[in-house]
């Protein structure tokens, strides 16, 4: 049973427009959500989070929105860079004081995103 | 300034072998964090260690697996018998306290191709 869900497996972009990468999760108990970029060959780096007290977080040319009502999340990048072509996770956490819940991350199968020159 | 360390970062066994992954964590860092991605999967939780503890085990399978953060050394994640399944890229990740997503910071990973 997938608690986090990425639907798309595979995103195009032309250089210089947005990217938005989707996530959708199940788990009410999740209260606390993180990107992670991942290149080949390498591990997970994190690249933005959000609490669920908020529904924006910005952080230079990267924006995650969270709809709580419709348990969705949302990666914005703007301008898309070619460097920025790599696989996309979505994860979720539960709360700070929630024992196991608050250091187990659960991901997403990942987008993998190609920014076109 | 060494970020997470894993090897071997390629290890093939054959059915039946014992692999053995070996995870340093940064600097200043005593808590130790597994995870496993297969093919076309995301990454999953198996467990969660601090020095000469297992703190949380919940994710690892039931048999042939075992993992140990000594008091001295590496954290090791240990596969007796491996099957085909076990195939995988293994993630370990460190933080310096019990933390949240933004705190675990990832190793390179070690890819077990079992033959």
């Known amino acids: 049973d997938q608690q986090v869900k990425q639907n798309s497996p595979s995103l195009s972009v032309q250089e210089g427009r947005i990217s938005i990468l989707n996530c959708d999760y199940t788990n009410s108990m999740f209260d606390y959500f993180l990107w992670y970029k991942k290149y080949p060959a390498e591990g997970p780096t994190f690249l933005i989070s959000i609490s669920s007290i908020k529904d924006k977080n910005e952080d230079g040319r990267f924006t995650v929105f969270l709809n709580k009502s419709a348990k969705h999340l949302s990666l914005h990048i703007v301008p898309s860079q070619p460097g920025d072509s790599a696989v996309y996770f979505c994860?979720?956490?539960?709360?700070?004081?929630?024992?196991?819940?608050?250091?187990?991350?659960?991901f997403g199968k990942g987008t993998k995103l190609s920014v076109i020159p | 300034n060494a970020g997470v360390m894993q090897n071997p970062r390629h290890l093939v066994r054959r059915r039946g072998q014992e692999a053995r992954l070996r995870c340093s964590p940064m600097?200043?860092?005593?808590?130790v964090y597994w995870y496993r991605q297969l093919p076309e999967e995301g990454l999953k939780f198996m467990v969660y260690?601090?020095?000469?503890?297992?703190?949380?085990e919940s994710g690892m399978p039931k048999e042939r697996f075992s993992a140990e953060f000594p008091k001295e050394g590496p954290s090791i994640l240990r596969i007796q018998q491996v099957v085909r399944g076990d195939s995988a890229a293994y993630f370990c990740a460190s933080s310096q306290s019990q933390g949240r997503g933004n705190e675990q910071y990832f190793g390179p990973g070690t890819r077990l191709t079992v033959t």
């Open positions: 260690l601090q020095k000469e503890n297992i703190i949380d």
């Open positions: 600097k200043g860092h005593s808590h």
């Open positions: 994860a979720a956490s539960g709360a700070e004081n929630s024992g196991a819940g608050s250091y187990q991350l659960t």
